[in-house]
């Protein structure tokens, strides 16, 4: 049997018997359900940890990282650091960027190589000549590049070693 409705729903009617037994229950025993069985074992955990927390537990923040400090400051306070330690040279404050390499002289005992800066001046540089802001040192100097390795440090202190080649520009 079904209902109509004037927005044009139609709703069915259930016709289920539901059956109630009326008289004399007997008297049950309470029996041990799963949530109290879960109850027992969680309190014998809670006891276990409980006799733990007596022994003692101290941290050990030797050679760890803090947390909550940021790792943006400790890289600030690196650099910091790093800037204090030596006095630099004029081509030790120029990003490896702002130099290209103009000429290179190879001879039978030493090699040498002209970087220009961004304002046109000239520099002579040689293996071992201390160069870019990441404390760089140029280690190679090639017919037609100059390889300068850099150290730097990431956010947690450690050192990154990175080899960058500035190549003589190709002549038209």
Known sequence: MGLAFPSGLTVAQ????TN?????EKPTIPQKTAAEGIAK??????????EKEGEGYSYDPTNKVDPFKSFIVVRK???EEREKEEPR??????????????????GKNNRWA???????????????TPIG?????VVKILQKEVIVREYDTDYRGNEVV???????????
């Open 162 to 172: 990175t080899d960058i080649s500035l190549k003589l520009p190709v002549a038209d």
């Open 41 to 50: 074992e969680e309190t014998a955990e809670g006891e276990a940890a409980e």
């Open 133 to 137: 802001r990441k404390r760089g040192q």
């Open 77 to 79: 306070e690196l650099e």
């Open 14 to 17: 259930s016709t289920q018997e």
């Open 114 to 128: 002209l970087v220009k800066d961004s304002k046109g001046e000239g520099h002579v540089i040689r293996v071992g």
């Open 20 to 24: 109630v037994n009326v008289g004399k």
């Open 89 to 106: 040279t004029y081509l030790e404050t120029l990003d490896l960027s702002q130099l290209t390499i103009t000429a290179i002289v190879i």
